[in-house]
């Protein structure tokens, strides 16, 4: 009679796991992801919507100070770089299919990250200081740090593309901006001075260019016009004058390239330079490129209060949707590939 009051037990508590399982399992159809964080408390969430732009699910988990985040394969990584009193030291790695979340740890303060194509290593930059600051490189799948290297000056932004890591780090008190070229082990290949532009918030892969998008001149108090570029056949750099000032974001969508420009210390900025074959344009959208991507033939922008979708041929609003919090930042959003 004991036995089978135990077996009984045990099959009531395996149909209850398993219904658990399947709940948690239970795909959702969504299309988009917004990123909201805090900075005054270990607070983010995950909102996903629908194709229609209604939201289906959200994920919440204790960390703040969420950054941009970046796509590769089927996972959105994002640093958390910590709150007002405390430094972060995660990255949070979000399965795109699964939804399952789990949190990659390295040095405090990761800035700004990257991963390779085959999704296996990632590398990130870390400040403690404004003198130097640590690239690691880290194992993704061990969720372990392999190896890492010291640089000099404020490590801004970085990118890995066909075997090589490349570091824009500023130095603010000398007006100029290092970058760096390393390999994929971290050994340094080549350091290049730029004494015209700093304050990089993108690094962008175009055509055999590639583009360290600096958002304000060397002394970092001027705004800027000019896109810095790397070559990446003799690794030289070179200046490109756009019509516009203070660039962003650059983002390729085929053959082209689309510079957004905002200021962040004004919050304003609201045109985007079309760079084509046929020449450049400038177009004036209706929102503040505060974070812009662009896919399926649509140019996606937030201000931080609002979701503008336009179409990216001729740039006509296709819908307006709010996204505002009086709890949180919205500070990235992505779209499922």
Not at 83 to 105: A, E, K, M, Q, V
Not at 258 to 287: F, P
Request: charged letters at 25%; one cysteine or more.
């Amino acid at each position: 009679m004991r036995l089978k009051k135990m077996l009984l037990c045990l099959t009531m508590l395996f149909f209850i796991m398993a219904c658990n399982h399947s709940t948690f399992d239970k795909p959702v159809d969504y299309k988009y992801g917004l990123v909201y964080t805090s900075y005054s408390k270990p607070e983010s969430k995950i909102v996903l919507l629908s194709e229609k732009l209604k939201p289906v699910k959200t994920i919440a988990f204790k960390k703040g100070g969420l950054q941009s985040g970046v796509i590769k394969g089927d996972h959105y990584y994002n640093p958390a770089v910590g709150t007002n009193s405390t430094t972060g030291h995660d990255i949070i790695d979000l399965d795109l299919s699964t939804l399952r979340l789990r949190f990659i740890h390295t040095d405090d303060f990761p800035m700004d990250l990257d991963v390779d194509d085959k999704n296996r290593y990632m590398y990130a930059v870390h400040n403690s200081g404004f003198d130097s600051g640590t690239l690691t490189k880290i194992d993704i799948k061990r969720n372990k740090i392999v190896a890492r290297k010291t640089l000099n000056g404020t490590l801004r932004q970085v990118k890995v593309y066909k075997g090589k890591v490349y570091v824009a780090s500023d130095r603010v008190d000398e007006h100029f901006q290092s970058v760096y070229v390393l390999t994929t082990d971290l050994k340094l290949k080549k350091q290049l001075i730029n004494r015209y532009t700093g304050a990089p918030n993108d690094l962008a892969v175009a055509g055999k260019q590639l583009f360290i998008i600096n958002n304000a001149k060397s002394d970092m108090d001027q705004a800027t016009n000019e896109l810095v570029s790397l070559s990446l056949d003799d690794e030289k750099l070179h200046r490109t004058a756009l019509k516009a000032y203070d660039p962003w974001q650059m983002l390729q969508y085929g053959n082209d390239q689309y510079v957004t420009h905002y200021n962040s210390s004004a919050d304003e900025g609201n045109k985007v330079t079309v760079r084509t074959k046929q020449g450049e344009r400038i177009v004036t959208l209706q929102n503040n490129l505060w974070i812009s991507r662009i896919a399926d033939g649509r140019f996606y922008s937030s201000d931080g209060l609002d979701l503008y979708i336009y179409h990216l041929n001729d740039f006509k609003l296709i819908k307006k949707k709010s996204v505002r919090s009086s709890r949180y930042v919205l500070y990235d959003f992505f779209i499922k590939p």
